[in-house]
């Protein structure tokens, strides 16, 4: 007998800096059961992706938007996001080295979190959780089902 | 109540992992260099710079300087633009 395993979440991520990049797909390594994480150089790769595909057959559950970004920068391409009606109410994340109270203001404004990069190896697993922790609840229930938590 | 601001020498007395709690909590990003395989980041904490040097990229760090001279801007100026200071601040 096959038995179908749910699909996973699909968190897409736009950062222009490769090691952030890879620091952040290897965190996600303990997810990968559960979540499949793609990944832009940033912001118009990732909008021209989701105006591109079909919203019925990909259907992120979490945004994460480094903020400082050439060609578009994360908060004019969280903006951007929210005026598509798909993908106006799915989870966002600002991403961001600085913690200006200023960008966390403008991350509620347009209805997203704000989490600051990690400066150490302690810190990278907390800011992962807390990244999900903005996931639906239905999703963080289902990833952390999944993950045994 | 306002909190009074850190200076260079009470950051410099702090013990190490609460100084990275503090450069993760207030620390405004000011740009990030390569020096030999090293990868460094230069922040910006209250009226004094901090520069954390890696020996593995936001896992593992080698050390920090921390200065309250603008020459250590010196080898970023490239990735700061007039913007960044005329609104005195910097995101990455």
Redo the contacts between chains.
């Keep these: 007998m096959t038995q179908s395993l749910p699909p996973k979440s699909l968190v897409l991520y736009a950062d222009d800096d490769p090691e952030d990049i890879e620091l952040v797909v290897e965190a996600f390594q303990s997810y990968a059961q559960n979540v499949e994480l793609m990944t832009f150089a940033d912001g118009i790769e990732l909008l021209n992706f989701i105006e591109a595909v079909d919203p019925l057959h990909v259907a992120p559950c979490l945004f994460i938007i480094d903020i400082n970004m050439p060609r578009l920068n994360g908060k004019e391409t969280l903006r951007r996001l929210r005026r598509i009606e798909t993908f106006a109410e799915v989870p966002a994340v600002l991403f961001s080295t600085s913690s200006l109270p200023a960008d966390a203001v403008f991350a509620k404004n347009f209805n997203a979190g704000f989490v600051t990069k990690p400066l150490h190896t302690s810190q990278v697993h907390l800011i992962i959780d807390e990244i999900i922790e903005h996931c639906s609840d239905e999703v963080k229930k289902m990833i952390k089902k999944r993950n045994g938590n | 109540m306002t909190k009074k601001a850190l200076s260079l020498t009470e950051f410099m007395d702090l013990p190490q992992e609460l100084q ?1 709690e503090v ?7 000011v740009g ?1 260099r390569k020096v030999e395989r090293q ?1 460094v ?1 230069l ?1 910006q904490l209250h009226g004094f710079y901090v520069e ?1 040097y890696y020996k ?6 080698d050390h920090l300087i921390s200065s309250n001279s603008t020459d250590i801007l010196q080898p970023y100026l490239d990735q700061i633009n007039i913007k960044d200071f005329t609104d005195g ?4």
């Design positions: 990275f450069l993760h909590k207030h620390g405004v990003y990030k990868t980041v922040f954390v593995q990229y936001r896992k593992i760090v601040k910097k995101e990455k």
